[in-house]
C-alpha cells in the first residue's frame, strides 16, 4: 500500500502515527473473529417432531404455552411487545423454531440462534406445543416423513432450485453468510430434513417465505436431497474456507501472512524504542 516516492522518514512518522495502532488492532480482531467463524465446531440435530392434531394435545400444548412461552409471546399467543403473535404461523413455524431450540428465547438479540434443547423439550412436548398454536389459526404444517425424505429426492434438481433462490444469503454450500444489522443468514449443516422444509414454509426472521406456489413440495425434496448431499462432501486438506476456490485461499494466506509481518515489525521497533 506504501507508494515508492516516499522517503524513509515519512514512512516511519506514519506508523509512528496514533491511528496506526487502532488498524492493527481493527485488523487482528478481524482475523480472530475470522479464524473462529472458520474453526466453531457443527453438529448435533434434534429430531423434528410430527404434530398430530388430538385434543389432549393441544391442551397439553397450551400448559406448555403458558408455562414457557407467554411471558413473550401473550396468554393467547397475540403478541406482546416483546415478541409476534404466533396465531396463524402454524404448526410448522413451531415446530421449526423449538426443535432447532431457537425458541423459548433467551434474550433478545438481533437474531434468535439455535442452540441445545432445554430437557423438556422432546419430539413429544414439541408436538403438543405445535398442535396447540395450529388449533388458534391454521397456517403451514408439520411436513411427513415421506415429504423430506431426501433418498426420494432429485439432487441435481435441487442444486439448481438452491443456486436460484438460496446462494445469495446462504452461499453455494450452504454455508452461510452476513446480513445487514447483525443479521446473518445460518450454515444448513445442522438442520434436519424437516426444518429445512420447514424453514422454507415459514420463512423465519430476515428470510423469505418460499410457498408452494413457488416452490413445489416435491421440489422442496429435491432442494432437501441437495443440501444434505453437499455435507458428505469433504474438504480434502482441511477447513473448506466457503469452498469458493482459490480466491479465499490466497487471500486468506495473504491477510493472514502479511498481518503477522506488521505485528512483527510493530514489536521489533517497540522494543528499540524502548531501549533507546
Ligand atoms: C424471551 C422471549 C421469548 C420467549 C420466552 C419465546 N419467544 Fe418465540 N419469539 C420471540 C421473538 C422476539 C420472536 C421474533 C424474532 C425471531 O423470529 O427471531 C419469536 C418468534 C417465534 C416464532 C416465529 C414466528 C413466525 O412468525 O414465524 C415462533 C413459532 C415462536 N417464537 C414460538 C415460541 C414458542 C413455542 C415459545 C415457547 C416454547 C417461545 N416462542 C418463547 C421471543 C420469545
Ligand atoms: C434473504 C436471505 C435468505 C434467503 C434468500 C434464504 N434464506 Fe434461509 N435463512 C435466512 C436467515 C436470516 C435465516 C435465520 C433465521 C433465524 O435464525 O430465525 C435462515 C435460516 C434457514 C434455515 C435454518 C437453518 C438452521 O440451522 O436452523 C434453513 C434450513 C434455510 N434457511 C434454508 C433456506 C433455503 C432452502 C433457501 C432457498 C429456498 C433459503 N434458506 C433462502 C436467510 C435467507
Not at 440435530?45 to 385434543?55: F, K, L, P
Not at 490466497?250 to 524502548?274: C, D, F, M, N, Y
Amino acid at each position: 500500500m506504501i507508494g515508492t516516492g516516499i522517503s524513509v522518514n515519512s514512512i516511519t512518522a506514519k506508523r509512528r502515527h496514533p491511528l496506526a495502532r487502532f488498524a492493527v488492532v481493527a485488523l487482528a480482531l478481524g482475523i480472530l473473529g475470522g479464524g473462529y467463524a472458520l474453526t466453531t465446531p457443527t453438529g448435533g440435530t434434534a429430531d423434528a417432531a410430527v404434530a398430530s392434531g388430538r385434543a389432549d394435545d393441544v391442551s397439553e400444548g397450551r400448559n406448555l404455552f403458558v408455562a414457557h412461552c407467554a411471558s413473550c409471546h401473550g396468554w393467547n399467543a397475540e403478541g406482546t411487545a416483546k415478541a409476534p403473535t404466533l396465531v396463524g404461523v402454524g404448526a410448522a413455524a413451531v415446530d421449526f423454531q423449538v426443535s432447532s431450540g431457537r425458541m423459548p428465547a433467551a434474550d433478545a438479540g438481533a437474531q434468535v440462534p439455535r442452540k441445545p434443547l432445554a430437557p423438556w423439550v422432546t419430539p413429544a412436548t414439541t408436538a403438543q406445543l405445535a398442535a396447540y398454536i395450529q388449533s388458534l389459526g391454521g397456517g403451514p404444517t408439520v411436513p411427513s416423513k415421506e415429504q423430506v425424505n431426501p433418498a426420494m429426492g432429485d439432487a441435481a434438481k435441487g442444486g439448481e432450485l438452491f443456486r436460484a433462490n438460496c446462494i445469495q444469503c446462504h452461499n453455494f454450500v450452504g454455508a452461510g453468510g452476513a446480513l445487514t444489522y447483525g443479521k446473518y443468514a445460518p450454515s444448513l449443516n445442522e438442520a434436519t430434513d424437516a426444518q429445512i422444509y420447514e424453514a422454507m414454509v415459514t420463512g423465519p426472521q430476515a428470510m423469505p417465505v418460499f410457498n408452494d406456489a413457488t416452490i413445489t413440495p416435491d421440489e422442496k425434496r429435491d432442494m432437501i436431497a441437495y443440501i444434505t448431499g453437499v455435507r458428505s462432501q469433504v474438504d480434502p486438506g482441511g477447513s473448506g474456507l466457503g469452498r469458493i476456490g482459490p480466491v479465499t485461499e490466497g487471500l486468506v494466506g495473504w491477510i493472514v501472512g502479511l498481518s503477522l509481518l506488521i505485528l512483527a515489525a510493530i514489536w521489533i521497533t517497540a522494543k528499540k524504542r524502548q531501549t533507546s
